[in-house]
Each structure stands twice: as structure tokens, then as C-alpha cells.
């Protein structure tokens, strides 16, 4: 049966949108007969300085099981990151183009995580578990979490095996010495940008 959507969200994250988390849509089939869904929404943050593979693993999941993903780049001043958080922001946009994923889009932020999640009207955040030498923090981070917010949840997913170890500060490290060798972790652009960034090039 093929739906028709006649009233939508116009994603600008206004607190004042007809479709908050949790809240449901009208759609008529094609008997007009009313029937309601929700947009299941979630935000998936991190400074991304730069992105990797796994991370693009864990948004490819992440779009499967969601309508929508917000990958939320943090500035993170204080990281001292590498690249500035405008350069962040392109290298994920032109990897989610190369994949051909259509129902994530990116989004600066700062202050409270939780509050940003709000402000987007998002039902929960994802995150990326690699090995147990995460879960810890990961841990402490969702408490302190849902403390500030008790509605939102926190989702892990686990990247392809390929990615467990993988991580940007370890990219970083590896193109810094051997930019060659990192090609098979960051997509193309990313590995280019390090190499430019190092005076491999």
C-alpha cells in the first residue's frame, strides 16, 4: 500500500515544529484513511577530528535502524583538534555524499549534549563501542546523561570488526609517521587532508 505524507517536519529544530520526539504524524493511505507514525530521530556525536571508517560504520547502522541521524560535530576547543570544526564538518558531509546515505545530515554544537539532543527533537543518542577499554567512560558519560535528561536514551551500536581498534587519535598518529598505511581507515579525502596537513604532499 503506498502512503502520502501531508504533514512533515521541516527539520529546522524549532522547539515549535509539528513533529517532536515521540509525538506522531498523520499519513493517509490511499483510502484516506488516517493512520499516525512517529519520525525516530537520534544524534550521534563527536569531534570527528578527523572521521574515520568506523565511525562512517557506526552512521551506516545507525541510518538503518533510524529516520534520521544528526551527526553532532563538537568543536572541542580544548582537544587542541587538528583540523577546525568547519573542515570536521565537510570531511563527514562529503563522506555521507560518497555513501550515498540520505537521511543523516550534520550539525555543529556547543554546551550540554543533552541539550542540543532537545533542541533537535532527538528520542535518543548513539554511540560507538569498540572494546571494553570504552565502555567505562562510555558508561559514566550516559549516567551523568540521563541525569541531566531523563528521557533520552543512549544506544550503542558495535562497528564492523575491522574498526575495533580504530580511532582518531591513532590515525592521527599513524599519518603522522606513514601517511600510506592509513588509507584502508579514513575515506580517501580525510587520508589526503592528513597528508596535507603533515607536509606529506
Given at each position: 500500500?503506498?502512503?502520502?505524507?501531508?504533514?512533515?517536519?521541516?527539520?529546522?529544530?524549532?522547539q515549535?515544529?509539528?513533529?517532536?520526539?515521540?509525538?506522531p504524524?498523520?499519513?493517509m493511505?490511499e483510502?484516506?484513511?488516517?493512520i499516525?507514525t512517529?519520525?525516530k530521530?537520534?544524534?550521534?556525536?563527536g569531534?570527528f577530528d578527523?572521521?574515520?571508517?568506523g565511525h562512517l560504520?557506526?552512521l551506516s547502522r545507525?541510518?538503518?535502524?533510524f529516520?534520521?541521524v544528526i551527526?553532532?560535530?563538537?568543536?572541542?576547543?580544548g582537544?587542541?583538534?587538528l583540523?577546525?570544526?568547519?573542515?570536521?564538518i565537510?570531511?563527514v558531509?562529503?563522506?555521507i555524499?560518497e555513501?550515498?546515505?540520505?537521511?543523516?545530515?550534520v550539525q555543529?554544537?556547543?554546551g550540554?549534549?543533552v541539550?542540543?539532543?532537545?533542541?533537535?527533537?532527538?528520542m535518543a543518542?548513539v554511540?560507538?563501542?569498540?572494546?571494553?577499554?570504552d565502555?567505562?567512560?562510555?558508561?559514566?558519560m550516559?549516567?551523568?546523561?540521563?541525569?541531566?535528561?531523563?528521557?533520552?536514551e543512549?544506544?550503542?551500536?558495535?562497528?564492523?570488526?575491522?574498526?575495533f581498534?580504530?580511532?582518531?587519535t591513532i590515525?592521527?598518529q599513524?599519518a603522522?609517521?606513514d601517511p600510506?598505511?592509513?588509507e584502508?581507515f579514513?575515506?580517501l579525502?580525510?587520508a589526503?587532508?592528513?597528508?596535507?596537513?603533515?607536509?606529506?604532499?
Open positions: 500500500m503506498n502512503y502520502k505524507l501531508i504533514e512533515r517536519d521541516d527539520c529546522n529544530f524549532q515549535n515544529s509539528s513533529i517532536l520526539k515521540g509525538q504524524i498523520n499519513l493511505s483510502k484516506n484513511t488516517p499516525q512517529t519520525i530521530r537520534v544524534v550521534y556525536p569531534t578527523p572521521v574515520t571508517n560504520d557506526i545507525a541510518c538503518k535502524l529516520d534520521e551527526v553532532g560535530v563538537a568543536p572541542n576547543v582537544k587542541g583538534p583540523f577546525p570544526v568547519e573542515e570536521r565537510f570531511f558531509e562529503k563522506s555524499h555513501l550515498g546515505i540520505t537521511n543523516a545530515r555543529t554544537f556547543e550540554l549534549l541539550d542540543f539532543a532537545t533542541r533537535c527533537n532527538a543518542l554511540r560507538g563501542l569498540r572494546a571494553v577499554s565502555f567505562e567512560y562510555e558508561f559514566q550516559t549516567q551523568m546523561n540521563r541525569d541531566l535528561e531523563p528521557d533520552l543512549t544506544i550503542f551500536l558495535m562497528p564492523n570488526a575491522d574498526y581498534f580504530t580511532s582518531s590515525v592521527k599513524v603522522r609517521c600510506e598505511r592509513i584502508r579514513v575515506p579525502h580525510v589526503a587532508a592528513l597528508n596535507r596537513r603533515y607536509n606529506h604532499q
